[in-house]
């Protein structure tokens, strides 16, 4: 955890509120594989890391609360009586979302004031979102004694996603990032929110991010183009999720949409199978097998699912090309965003360097590079 980002927004609170707050920490998180498929009642494989949203919170004698994000260096002012969203597309909702669903919930609270910062880079795929509502939820309930299970507070997250940033998202971002265990991954049943927590054992691996810098315009709206597509198969088949559809329902509807969407319904069918199968490498401790599945992940993303981009595909090949590197794949919600690659220890730097230097000359800008752990879920920390 990064001591530093505690004590920077620990003083600011303090400077600006002339209190003690309560501090959280809420990490991004990692997904092993199963992109696209929570929304679709099937499997993912989370993991929360050692990066993350720091927030100090408490209790305010005025008649209205703020929150104040020290990395944009902007504040909202919101009045618990009125709350609606801000038509911008603007992290302020996401504050504003969990806020009114707590309320929704019918939980009593009064004003308080909040001060956060992170060290997730934004629009890397790596959650930053689900970190800030999850700080926030923890930090009201346990603030106010709202008695709200974990469980509760990561559909208050997800609702505010829904219903005051517009973005359909599943519950797994929220649930990684709350019930996160370190060096474990959670292997997510998204049907019935069970989840079995799987020991990640490396060896003489490390988890190795490569930030592709890039965030293109129709991130969310590819993302809501795709939730329609399979909603419009399951409406076809009368089913109420891709989790009950075999890949023999699936071919009924090859007639009756495109190839490419069909396509789309085949990828989030294998794709859960290949959570599985990576869930069972995992458990049999092969983690060259856990690196092939990473592999036709991507390939079923980027063919498929249609959700990679020039640079995404360029930074798998290259790490394809690598001895070093055993598995790669695109990761997160796609068009931009973070590549996951497993990388040799030994051979770490060499590889970060090597891939940086052919980004730059193929695109003529930086990637970012980070290295990151499994972490412990939303905490208290203070």
């Given at each position: 955890m990064n001591k530093k980002l505690i004590q920077q927004v620990h003083h600011s609170f303090k400077d600006q509120f002339n209190t003690e707050p309560m501090l959280i920490f809420s990490p991004g998180r990692i997904n092993l594989i199963g992109e696209h498929t929570d929304y679709n009642n099937g499997f993912v494989f989370p993991a929360a890391i050692d990066k993350g949203i720091v927030m100090a919170i408490g209790k305010s004698d005025a008649n209205y609360t703020r929150a104040v994000s020290l990395d944009m260096n902007e504040d909202v002012i919101i009045n618990l009586d009125n709350l609606q969203r801000i038509e911008d597309n603007t992290w302020k909702n996401y504050v504003i979302g969990v806020t009114a669903e707590i309320l929704k919930a019918g939980k009593k609270i009064t004003n308080y004031n909040c001060v956060f910062a992170g060290d997730i880079p934004v629009g890397s795929g790596l959650s930053s979102s689900a970190a800030l509502e999850n700080s926030l939820a923890l930090g009201c309930n346990e603030l106010f004694g709202l008695g709200l299970s974990k469980n509760e507070l990561i559909h208050i997250s997800q609702k505010a996603e829904h219903n005051y940033v517009g973005v359909n998202c599943g519950i797994m971002d929220q649930f990684a990032s709350m019930f996160g265990e370190e060096n474990h991954a959670l292997f997510l049943d998204c049907k019935t929110l069970e989840s079995e927590s799987i020991p990640v054992r490396l060896h003489d691996y490390e988890i190795v991010l490569v930030n592709s810098n890039v965030k293109h315009a129709l991130a969310d709206s590819g993302y809501n183009d795709r939730y329609a597509v399979c909603q419009n198969i399951i409406k076809l088949l009368n089913k109420p999720s891709l989790r009950e559809v075999s890949f023999e329902d699936l071919n009924v509807t090859k007639s009756k949409i495109s190839e490419a969407d069909y396509n789309k319904g085949l990828y989030i069918l294998q794709e859960n199978e290949r959570v599985v199968n990576c869930k069972n490498a995992l458990k049999e401790n092969n983690l060259e097998k856990v690196g092939e599945i990473?592999?036709?992940?991507?390939?079923?993303?980027?063919?498929?699912?249609?959700?990679?981009?020039?640079?995404?595909?360029?930074?798998?090949?290259?790490?394809?090309?690598?001895?070093?590197?055993?598995?790669?794949?695109?990761?997160?919600?796609?068009?931009?965003?973070?590549?996951?690659?497993?990388?040799?220890?030994?051979?770490?730097?060499?590889?970060?360097?090597?891939?940086?230097?052919?980004?730059?000359?193929?695109?003529?800008?930086?990637?970012?590079?980070?290295?990151?752990?499994?972490?412990?879920?939303?905490?208290?920390?203070?």
């Open positions: 990473l592999f036709q992940s991507h390939n079923g993303q980027s063919k498929m699912y249609e959700i990679s981009c020039e640079e995404l595909d360029f930074l798998v090949d290259e790490a394809k090309k690598d001895a070093s590197v055993i598995g790669a794949r695109m990761m997160g919600g796609g068009f931009g965003g973070c590549t996951i690659n497993l990388v040799l220890k030994s051979d770490s730097e060499k590889f970060k360097h090597k891939i940086s230097e052919s980004y730059r000359k193929k695109f003529n800008r930086a990637c970012s590079i980070y290295s990151v752990k499994l972490n412990d879920g939303t905490r208290v920390i203070k």
